[in-house]
């Protein structure tokens, strides 16, 4: 009746200017559970976002 579930996961995130923050992030899952599914199942996930903050850009440096 039992089953296994392996995963892992990374994330990262660059502040590129005051105003402009890129982060991404990778995920890897491995299961087996017999009783939903004969033999092990896989799969990975990616994400990627940016982030842009306008009024720090229009206001400057001194908002910080």
Do not use: C, M
């Amino acid at each position: 009746g039992g089953g296994t579930l392996t995963d892992f996961g990374i994330q990262g995130d660059w502040q590129v200017r005051s105003n402009l923050t890129v982060s991404a992030g990778a995920q890897y899952e491995r299961w087996l559970i017999p009783l939903l599914q004969p033999g092990p199942q896989q799969n990975l996930s990616t994400t990627l976002s940016i982030r842009f903050e306008p009024a720090k850009w229009f206001s400057g440096a001194s908002h910080e």
